[in-house]
């Protein structure tokens, strides 16, 4: 297969020819991609609160932002500075540690977990062997930083807000990470780029939604529920729980939990495209095109078209799925706590055990459609 082009092998080469110790042209190279993962989440955040306004003003024939900048496009970014710049207020009875640790806890790992997202064959920051569980380990560290700042609120309602998130996420990691291990058995394979290249040989009737129907829709379903995105945000509960977790914060303390949140629907849908949808891969092949238009794989020119190609398949893709979680949210109404630790335990558990078991089954069945 070829591998498309490589940003990091080329980097490193024009730095290395400029006279540069190859040691040193790696450690040039080690903090951009980062920088930039820091600064794509970040616009992202800014491109999914813009789309909750509107979509959620199309969903009740409403206008929604316009007046500030084109379209309404710098409404986040007023959010922003109107979070920055007010006042950071800690209860007197607070944990003053705890309560300021609470949200850092909550955002690191998200962030961490862009570490993993690839975006093409070689436009990946790490491509760890693990990616996948490395991901699902990372956004089990979450519910501690949410009971964290319930606990060091001294609040009753948020310490509720926080049991709950971490009763919410316990219950919904194990049936997401079932369904993971169907599709890291079907592609022999933890990491993502592996996952990715495994659905690439049919163009769309190659991506793994066809072959996992039931993972696919129990791990959106779960990772709603992990994001906290209705109707599954039953630990902010504003009817029973005045905000939850988040009632004592102000400013950008109580802007890093709202960051966490979309930062981790953005992944979670980057994630969903990676997994089931043939993450950067055209629903044609490159190499059908290629052959049609007579042209090498090995082309440079080729090679520039596919790669932008493919990190614009896998953002089209990933934000198609935040727009469905939006819509969602303005479309079904709240479950209440015992309805949602039943769909998870009673629902998605045994459904995820058997969807493994089929997986399995039609593997040693099937083994050249099943990854045998």
């Not at 964290?148 to 049936?175: C, D, F, T």
């Not at 009737?205 to 945000?233: M, T, V, Y």
């Not at 490159?286 to 493919?310: F, M, N, R, Y």
């Amino acid at each position: 297969m070829n591998a498309g082009i490589d940003l990091q092998g080329t980097f490193i080469q024009s730095v290395k020819d400029l006279g540069i110790p190859a040691g040193a042209a790696k450690a040039i190279w080690m903090p951009l991609p980062m920088i930039l993962m820091l600064i794509g989440a970040t616009v992202g955040v800014l491109v999914a609160t813009w789309l909750e306004r509107k979509i959620s003003a199309a969903a009740q024939q409403r206008i929604g932002p316009e007046y500030q900048g084109p379209f309404g496009l710098l409404v986040p970014v007023a959010d922003g500075l109107k979070l920055i710049f007010k006042e950071d207020i800690v209860p007197a009875q607070a944990d003053r540690w705890l309560f300021t640790l609470g949200p850092v806890i909550v955002v690191i790992p998200v962030f961490l977990s862009f570490l993993i997202v690839p975006f093409g064959e070689n436009i990946v920051i790490t491509n760890v062997g693990m990616g996948v569980f490395l991901w699902i380990a990372l956004s089990s560290i979450q519910p501690i930083g949410l009971l964290m700042a319930g606990y060091a609120s001294n609040n009753k309602y948020a310490l509720l807000g926080g049991l709950r998130a971490a009763a919410q996420s316990i219950s919904y990691e194990i049936p997401l990470a079932l369904s993971v291990l169907a599709i890291a058995m079907m592609s022999n394979s933890l990491s993502t780029v592996d996952i990715v290249n495994q659905q690439s040989n049919f163009g769309i009737l190659g991506w793994n939604i066809w072959r996992q129907p039931l993972g696919f829709i129990i791990f959106w379903i779960a990772a709603l529920a992990e994001c906290e995105r209705l109707p599954f945000d039953l630990p902010e509960a504003e009817e029973e729980l005045v905000a939850g977790y988040q009632t004592e914060y102000s400013g950008m303390k109580f802007g890093l939990f709202y960051l966490g949140s979309y930062i981790n629907l953005i992944l979670s849908s980057l994630l969903v495209a990676i997994l089931y949808l043939g993450g950067w891969h055209f629903p044609i092949p490159v190499s059908l095109i290629s052959s049609l238009l007579g042209v090498s794989e090995t082309d440079p020119v080729l090679q520039v078209v596919t790669a932008s190609l493919g990190i614009t398949m896998t953002v089209l893709k990933a934000y198609l799925l935040v727009f469905l979680a939006i819509l969602i949210r303005w479309t079904v109404p709240r479950v209440r706590i015992d309805q949602l630790l039943d769909l998870g335990w009673k629902f998605l558990l045994p459904v995820g055990l058997v969807n493994l078991l089929l997986t399995a089954a039609l593997k040693l069945a099937f083994p050249v459609a099943f990854g045998g």
